[in-house]
Structures are given as C-alpha cells and as structure tokens.
C-alpha cells in the first residue's frame, strides 16, 4: 500500500513523531508531507496543492491528543464531524477511511506498546476515539496522536512506538488482506473514547472503520439514515455490518430508531455486549 505521513510544524508530538519515522524508515519514498497550518485546518491537502500525494492510497496524520485530565495516551482515530465543526473540517462531513487499516494501525499500535512499554516513564492508555475533528479530504486517511499534554508530546519513547506503528504499513498489502479474514463495521454509540470498540477491534473479525458516538447522535430516522449512509460511503471497503454499543444510545426507544434505519437499509447489527461476552473478549 502507498501510504504518506503529514504532520505539522505548529504541533509538536506530530514534529516529533515524524523525526523518529525519518530514523527508522526503510523506505525513504514514503511521502513526508510538513503543514505550516494545523492538521485540523488542512482542508486544501489534495493533489493540486501537494503533488508527492499522487497515487497515495492512505494519509496517515501523525498529532498531538489533548484531554482535560490529561492521561497518557496512543490514539487512533478517522478524522470527520457528524455534526458541527468548532475544531476544523466541515459541518455533517466525515473523511474517507479504511476498516482495515484502522484494525491493522491499532492492533500495531498496541503490540509496539506491549512490546517498548519498559522504555516509557509512565504507562499509556492506547485507545481508538470516535470520528471526530477536521480536516476534510478526499483521501482516505486517519489520525494517529501521542497525548494528552507537553510532557508526553515530548516523549522520544512514546512517539518512536508511533513511528514504528506507521512504518508497519509497509507491511501491510494484498498478501496480508488475502490472509485475514476480516469483516468491516460500523460502530453507533458509546463515549468518546471506545471500550467496547477497543476490545472488538483488538481482538475480533470485526474491523471499525468510523465510529458515530452517542453524544452525535441525533434520533431522527432521517439524520440517522444520512449518518448511516455517509458512514458507508466513506469507508473504502464494503460494509454492511453495524456494532451496537447498546447502553450508550439513549432509551428503547432512541435505540429503535437506529435499528429501524439500519433495517430499512437492508443492513445487519450486532449488540457489541453480546459479541464480547458471547466470544470471550
């Protein structure tokens, strides 16, 4: 897969990441692609504007992650906004994205934590989050952050994990795919950061691509129909499963309007409850 990496010089664990990855890349023609604006801004990233992203199947977006509570964190996540657009992109537009690169970034991305853990001086919490932010392109692509405040952004450590997570995707081909069973999904429901969705796409079949989180949510049958819609669309493989994080999508009858869109689209769903303890995850 053609891959690049944008980042920009305004934001430092995106600077710093992508000094580790000019160290440790072993494939010197991966575009490297430096934003004099912020990420979340860089709405004009397209080939007329950046000719190195030509044939480029997959942008990956390597930033910082800010929180409140400022826990450490390793964060993945599609970039797009179900609804408003106070931190950059457009209103009611997501970016395009893949399942499976999001599956084989995360599962990466906690095996190189597993594996240099010992290296850090604090532990991080490495967590999908929920579509959100800008900027909006037309390449499929997603956010990879190193967080959640100043001493983490400047964790060498930390974002050597990043980089090595990124530089695995030169591994990452139709070999690979051919081998892998996977079935992409769509997550509806739950907090911010993800749970359940973690633990299904760490350890499952099931590969989520956007995830639309219970505080987007808006029970309208036809805004939710559109967010189904556009969730589909915007996924590069061919998806026609829903995972269901039950608790966190409002009332019975809330729930029932999401279920009842998903119907009438002719699509499958799936508590994601009942996957994790019916499989043991």
């Not at 690169?101 to 906690?110: A, H, P, S």
């Not at 956007?210 to 669309?233: C, D, F, G, S």
Request: aromatic share 10%.
């Amino acid at each position: 897969m053609r891959f690049a990496i944008a980042y920009s010089k305004l934001n430092s664990a995106g600077t710093l990441i992508a000094e580790e990855f000019k160290k440790l890349s072993f494939s010197p023609q991966t575009p490297i692609i430096e934003l004099k604006k912020e990420t979340i801004y860089s709405d004009d990233l397209n080939e007329k504007h950046y000719p190195e992203l030509k044939n480029i199947d997959f942008l990956v977006f390597a930033s910082t992650h800010k929180s409140e509570k400022g826990n450490p964190s390793l964060c993945l996540h599609a970039p797009g906004n179900w609804r408003g657009a106070e931190v950059g992109g457009t209103p009611g537009k997501i970016c395009p994205t893949s399942a499976f690169v999001l599956k084989y970034l995360f599962q990466e991305l906690n095996k190189n934590y597993t594996e240099n853990k010992e290296k850090l001086n604090q532990e991080y919490n490495v967590t999908l989050e929920a579509t959100h932010h800008g900027p909006h392109i037309n390449i499929p692509c997603c956010f990879i952050e190193l967080g959640s405040n100043e001493i983490q952004w400047k964790d060498a450590e930390a974002a050597k994990i990043v980089a090595k997570t990124i530089i695995s995707l030169q591994n990452y081909n139709s070999n690979f795919i051919a081998s892998h069973p996977w079935i992409p999904a769509i997550g509806i429901g739950g907090l911010h950061y993800c749970p359940a969705f973690n633990k299904i796409q760490l350890n499952s079949n099931y590969a989520i691509s956007h995830i639309i989180p219970e505080y987007n949510l808006v029970y309208n049958p036809l805004t939710i129909e559109n967010m189904i819609k556009q969730a589909i669309m915007k996924t590069t493989e061919n998806v026609d499963t829903f995972l269901i994080d039950w608790k966190g999508c409002g009332k019975s009858e809330e729930r029932q309007v999401i279920i009842d869109a998903i119907k009438r689209l002719g699509l499958k769903w799936e508590k994601t409850s009942g996957f994790i303890k019916g499989n043991g995850i």
